[in-house]
Each structure stands twice: as structure tokens, then as C-alpha cells.
């Protein structure tokens, strides 16, 4: 005989049944992961098991060498999508602190890299020739040293000359700030004469007064023999930073990590910022990056790098070691004003390799993500085990 | 034992079995909360007035907000800044860190859109972001830590790199645009016609030329965490005649996928800077590239071919599919993003 308990526990039971049969529903779901829903009735894209249409047989996989049987298979999204790469990366990162990292070439140098010059080009109104290429002599002058910027008129990889290049000056905030006249004579900032490579001087005026740094638009226009106009424009930083580089530095093992100290001398009180990558002796092997930051009152100070101890030791190369490139910048505005880049300025103690710690950073917000990130891999892991 | 309280051992057993599948159930529907940043603007629109930030993301019937979220089922807050500011500026970068605290924290976006979980509650934040959005994100999470140059510049720098997982950007400008150099009087006047159709020679214009000053790699470090890389390959017509290799009408290649060297460098897609030859020596990442314009790539309007690029996220069989390999025929960039989770 049932009684009302027992009824109502079979309810409940059963409530509770078909709960869980959705709940596994749900689960499986999740797992073939098929369809995206969309706002409208679009056909579903495939999500992670992505239902990629092959390639038309004249796709360029072909043209490109790939045999049409690799051409057909099924692209797919890789299983975790982003979340678990992320956190294989992430606990990768986590191994050092984010003030310091490896560097594996030389060509990962984040200080030589941003310091690069990539030139701008122009071509002809339906893109014809000659070509129009103008840059600065570097990404960024200080004061008091004159910006030098080039320009040069070039059919195919031949330099040709011009009639006449000049260019207007603009400061970043639209303030026009003058007229330049380039010039191919050997004279005034031309390093070669007749070289067709033109060249123009610019030493900021009352446009940058109060100002750290300043970025410097030019526009430049090339009139060719034929009197055809070319315009193309570049632009520069003009910095008047408020701390120098004294040349002093000092060493030492801390903690287990190679700290390499800077001294300054601040002229007016702000936030300053030094980086410093550290290379072999040969200068061929680029070992770590490291920075710090920090407000400081005039007068003079030693800003603290410490390049942390597990690059050096995993790299297993022995000291000394070079302070191959310094940056300093007074970071206390945008844009920030860029100190001339000093090179080669101290070797440090012969340091063994195996002086330095081998002990993970394990960066705590890293990890933090990586395991949150994990969370968002989808129809992966345990869950469709259990489910 | 009675048979009685077997009978009521079995039955406690169920429910906790039932109560265990049902909390699991709960566990597997862990998805991340998206945060749509958008692109430059000519007015302080989306600042102003939340709709049209959210507007950005529409096309007709079509939506990226609803494709990405899988039609709403994951949380999502869109974010409105000052796109006419510098991307470094207090109404973009700064007003972008802000928002994304707020949303962490679990506070509305200005249409009242809560991120489902709170960082403190376990929940995990993508930020989807569009064009300026790139530099705008790689600023902040370049400048999140106290040794990093731009330190907490003008916001909570610090924090939103704490409670993001990643970023995603379609035709991001990290490497600034051609686009921008056009219509700052670059290059010939058909170039610099089309240009002020994209956009004016404003303060954020001059911030996101290809020169290599203005350039966000020189004011920020290595993104604290990973900016994954979409955009689109489609020409407009006329504008991409004026742009370097492939891109999307205003962002070149060499930007959207956040290359080292030159920001103006001719790529296609089957050679674009793989993810060792990034802006930074870390955190920029590889997705794909979708025969979308620039605008299509933000408001879902066009769902067409998607190509693999190299280091990208597509496999083919075992192996990362061969670049310039046709991998989706009908995908938008909101669509890849709702793949990705």
C-alpha cells in the first residue's frame, strides 16, 4: 500500500529523474558541440568540430604545392579552443616576473626593435613611378640635437632626382611648426652629395615648450624632373627628457638574480623608466630583458634592474656579461621623452651560470589565469568523462 | 540493516548522484563573459550615448554581439570610450580600463548588461575588440605592471590585466593603419579622397599612422595576456589599391596581424607574420583571416570564406592546415569567436 510519504517520495524521484536526464542532455550536448545558435536563422556554423567545406579543387592550397587529398581534410578548431593554449602559455609566462624575460636571439631585442626606422613610400596618383620614400634618421631625437629627416625619389630600386623636396611641420596637436627645404648638396645635415638620397634638418621651436616630448608630423613633397608631384609623410619624437644616464653602474648577485644598477641624475622630478638587455661578451648571444620604473626628485639615484636568475641559469652561458643596450625615458606624460639609446656600457662580474637560482617565478595573477582560463575549454576534460 | 533503510540508502545514493550530475551540469556551462570594445570613431557618440557603442556591433538584422555569445547563452557587456581620443588618451585607454573593472566587478554597461560571474565569483572576461580597440587593449596590458613604462597611465591598468583571460581583435590596428596615413595626407590624392570617407585627420588619426613613433610598441611592453589575432582580407574597392598586400580595406596585413618590421610591409595570407615575428616578443597569437571589409568584420553582415594563415588555430587532419587554406565557408569573425569557447 502506498502511503502519502512514499508517494510523494516517488515524486520527487521522479522530478528528480527527469532533472538529471536533462541535465545529461545538456551534457552531451555540449559535448557534440554542433551548433552555435545565432541571432537569426542563418544555418549554424560548426563550432569546434567545425564542418569546413573543402577547398574548390583551383583553391590556391593547390597552387601552393599541397596535394588535394591534405586539401580535403576537415579543418578544425583545436580542442580547448584558445582557453587551454592560453593557459599553456600562461604558466610558461608565469616562469619569470613580468620585469624581466628571456631573449632567445639577438634579433628579440625589444629595445633595438622599437628603435628600428621603417621608411614610408609613395607612389604616383595610379601608382605609378618613381616612388617617393622619406623617413627620419631615427624613430625618436633629443634635444639639443637637430632632427635629421630623408627623402629620396627611386624608379624601381634605382634613386633618381628631383626637381625639389620640401615638407611641412606639424606637432601632434596639429600646431603647424615649419617649413623645411631638403637639399642634396653635402651641406647642412646631407651626409653625401649627389647621392639622391635628400636630407632637411628640423630643431624644434616654442611649439615645444613645456612639453617632454613631442611628436612631429612631416609632410613631404617631391616634384620629379617631370614635374610630377610625389607626397608621402613620416614623423619623429623630439624629446626633452628630464634625467640623464651619468655612466656609472655597479653589480650583483641578489636574491639570485643579476642585479645591474644605473645611476641617474634627474634635473626635474617625474617618473622614469629604464630597460637594459644583457648579451654574452661576443655581443652575438642576447640573453634577458629587464626594466623598472620609478618616481624619483631631482638630484642624482641609481635605478635598480634585476635580470632575473632562472634566464641566466636555463642559458647556462658563464659571465661576464654586457649591458648591451640602456633606455632610459621620463615616463610621467605621453608621449613619453626618449633618452639617446646607450650601448655597450658595462660588463658585469664573471658570474657563473650556475650562481643564479633555478627556481620558478610562478607568477601568482599568471597562474590565477591560467587555471580560470581552463574553465572556458569547453566541451573537454572531466566533464565529458563524467557526463 | 533493514530493508527499509537499504531501500533509503539507495534512494539517498540517486539524489546524490542526480544532485552531482546536475552541479557538474552547472560546471560544464562555464563560459567566459565578452567584452566588446569598439572601433575609432568621428564623434564621441559611443561615449555619450551607450546605444550607439552598441549599434557599432549591428548590421540590419545581423549582430555580433548575438553571434558571439551564441544568441546571449554567455554574458556580455559592451563598452563605450571617447574614439576620437588618442588610443593612450584618458577617454580610451582610460575609460576602457575603467569599464572593463566595472565589468569584472559586476556592474551594468550603460544598457544595464551584467557580466554573468564577478572575477571574485570565478568568472573568466574575454575582450572582443575592433580595430582602434587593438592599440587601445595592447596599451593597457603593456603598462599593467609598476616596472612597465606607462604604468596605470590613466586607469586600473593593472587590475583588468589581473581579471582578463585574452583578447580578441578583429582588423586590430596594432601596427596603426595606411588608412590613417591617407587621410593625414599621405600618398596621392585618389588615396586621400577615399581616406576622408574613413575617417578624418583627428588626434586618434595621427596616434594610429604606421609611423613608427606613434606606434603603441613604443609606449608599452609585451600584453600581459595573449591578444588572439582575426581580421579580414576582403578590398574595398578603390581604398585597398593604396594599402600594402592584403587587407581590409583600412588595415593592412602587416597590422591587424600585429607584425614586427615594418608596419607598412606587403603581406598575404599565406605569409603574414607568424606568431614568432610579432610587435612583441610574446602575447600576440594567430586565429585566421576572413574574407570580410573592415566593417563587415564587426557587425556579423558578412559570413563568407575563412582562410588559415600561418600559426593560426585551424587544423587540418593532425596538423595546423597549410596558410591560404580555405577553412570555413560561410564564418564571420563574431562566429569564429563563439568556436573559440
Not at chain 2, 113 to 128: D, E, K, M, S, Y
Amino acid at each position: 500500500m502506498s502511503t502519502p510519504r512514499a508517494s510523494r517520495r516517488v515524486g520527487l524521484l521522479a522530478a528528480l529523474g527527469v532533472l538529471a536526464a536533462l541535465a545529461l542532455l545538456a551534457v552531451f550536448r555540449r559535448g557534440s558541440s554542433a551548433v552555435v545558435p545565432t541571432a537569426d536563422r542563418e544555418p549554424p556554423v560548426a563550432a569546434v568540430t567545425a564542418a569546413a567545406e573543402p577547398p574548390p579543387p583551383s583553391a590556391p592550397t593547390l597552387a601552393l604545392g599541397v596535394t588535394a587529398a591534405a586539401g580535403r581534410r576537415k579543418a578544425m578548431l583545436p580542442e580547448g579552443g584558445l582557453a587551454r593554449s592560453a593557459a599553456e602559455d600562461y604558466r610558461r609566462r608565469a616562469r619569470y616576473p613580468r620585469s624581466s624575460s628571456p631573449l632567445v636571439t639577438v634579433d628579440d631585442d625589444p629595445i633595438v626593435r622599437e628603435r628600428v626606422v621603417n621608411p614610408i613610400r609613395s607612389r604616383g596618383p595610379n601608382n605609378e613611378e618613381p616612388t617617393l620614400t622619406v623617413y627620419p634618421a631615427l624613430v625618436g631625437f633629443e634635444t639639443p640635437e637637430p632632427a635629421v629627416v630623408h627623402a629620396f625619389l627611386a624608379s624601381g630600386d634605382e634613386k633618381v632626382a628631383a626637381r625639389s623636396v620640401r615638407a611641412t611641420v606639424m606637432t601632434d596637436r596639429f600646431e603647424p611648426a615649419g617649413e623645411l627645404e631638403y637639399r642634396d648638396d653635402g651641406t647642412e645635415g646631407d651626409a653625401v652629395a649627389d647621392d639622391r638620397v635628400y636630407t632637411a634638418v628640423f630643431v624644434p621651436g616654442a611649439e615645444a615648450s613645456g612639453r617632454p616630448a613631442t611628436s612631429y608630423m612631416v609632410r613631404v613633397v617631391a616634384t620629379t624632373r617631370g614635374n610630377e608631384e610625389r607626397i608621402a609623410t613620416t614623423s619623429f619624437l623630439y624629446s626633452f627628457p628630464d634625467a640623464q644616464l651619468t655612466g656609472a653602474y655597479r653589480d650583483a648577485v641578489v636574491d639570485g638574480s643579476l642585479q645591474v644598477q644605473a645611476e641617474v641624475s634627474v634635473t626635474a622630478p617625474g617618473r622614469f623608466h629604464l630597460e637594459a638587455t644583457l648579451y654574452d661578451t661576443s655581443g652575438e648571444q642576447a640573453l634577458a630583458w629587464a626594466q623598472t620604473a620609478l618616481a624619483l626628485p631631482e638630484g642624482r639615484h641609481w635605478l635598480t634592474l634585476s635580470f632575473y636568475g632562472l634566464i641566466l641559469r636555463e642559458r647556462g652561458i658563464d659571465g661576464p656579461y654586457v649591458l648591451q643596450n640602456v633606455a632610459l625615458s621620463t615616463a610621467s606624460t605621453m608621449p613619453n621623452a626618449k633618452n639617446r639609446l646607450a650601448e655597450g656600457v658595462h660588463v658585469t662580474a664573471a658570474y657563473a651560470a650556475a650562481r643564479f637560482t633555478d627556481a620558478s617565478y610562478d607568477d601568482p595573477d599568471l597562474l590565477d589565469a591560467a587555471d580560470r582560463v581552463e574553465r572556458d575549454s569547453g566541451n573537454l576534460g572531466g566533464l565529458d568523462a563524467g557526463g | 540493516m533493514t530493508l527499509e533503510t537499504r531501500r533509503e540508502g539507495r534512494r539517498n545514493a540517486f539524489l546524490a548522484a542526480c544532485l552531482l550530475v546536475l552541479s557538474t551540469a552547472g560546471t560544464a556551462a562555464a563560459q567566459p563573459c565578452l567584452i566588446f570594445i569598439h572601433g575609432k570613431q568621428t564623434n564621441t557618440n559611443t561615449l555619450t550615448n551607450w546605444q550607439a557603442a552598441r549599434d557599432y556591433w549591428k548590421s540590419g538584422s545581423r549582430d555580433a554581439v548575438a553571434s558571439a555569445t551564441k544568441n546571449f547563452a554567455a554574458s556580455y557587456y559592451v563598452i563605450g570610450y571617447n574614439g576620437t581620443d588618442t588610443y593612450w588618451g584618458a577617454g580610451a585607454a582610460g575609460e576602457v580600463a575603467n569599464e572593463i573593472v566595472n565589468a569584472t566587478n559586476g556592474g551594468p554597461d550603460g544598457g544595464g548588461n551584467r557580466c554573468a560571474l564577478t572575477f571574485a565569483q570565478g568568472g573568466t572576461f574575454w575582450v572582443i575588440g575592433h580595430s582602434m580597440a587593438g592599440p587601445v587593449m595592447d596599451f593597457i596590458l603593456g603598462n599593467n605592471d609598476a616596472s612597465d613604462p606607462n604604468f596605470n597611465f590613466n586607469g586600473p591598468y593593472d587590475t583588468v590585466a589581473a581579471r582578463l583571460s585574452l583578447v580578441v581583435t578583429f582588423g586590430g590596428a596594432h601596427r596603426g593603419s595606411q588608412g590613417a596615413d591617407l587621410a593625414c595626407g599621405q600618398g596621392n590624392i585618389f588615396c586621400s579622397f577615399l581616406a576622408q570617407f574613413i575617417q578624418s585627420c583627428d588626434t586618434a588619426t595621427y596616434w594610429l599612422r604606421s609611423s613608427d613613433d606613434v606606434q603603441v610598441r613604443s609606449f608599452a611592453n609585451a600584453p600581459a595576456k595573449n591578444v588572439y589575432l582575426t581580421g579580414g582580407y576582403e578590398a574595398i574597392f578603390g581604398a585597398s589599391a593604396c594599402l600594402n598586400g592584403e587587407d581590409d580595406g583600412i588595415v593592412q596585413h602587416a597590422s591587424q596581424y600585429a607584425c614586427n618590421g615594418s608596419a607598412t610591409a606587403s603581406y598575404n595570407n599565406s605569409n603574414v607574420c607568424n606568431n614568432s615575428n610579432k610587435q612583441e616578443s610574446s602575447g600576440f597569437r594567430n586565429l585566421d583571416t576572413g574574407h570580410e571589409n573592415h566593417d563587415d568584420e564587426r557587425n556579423d553582415a558578412d559570413r563568407d570564406t575563412r582562410r588559415a594563415i600561418p600559426t593560426g588555430i585551424w587544423n587540418c587532419g593532425a596538423s595546423a592546415c597549410t596558410p591560404d587554406t580555405v577553412v570555413q565557408s560561410a564564418m564571420s569573425c563574431a562566429q569564429l569567436v563563439a568556436a573559440l569557447y
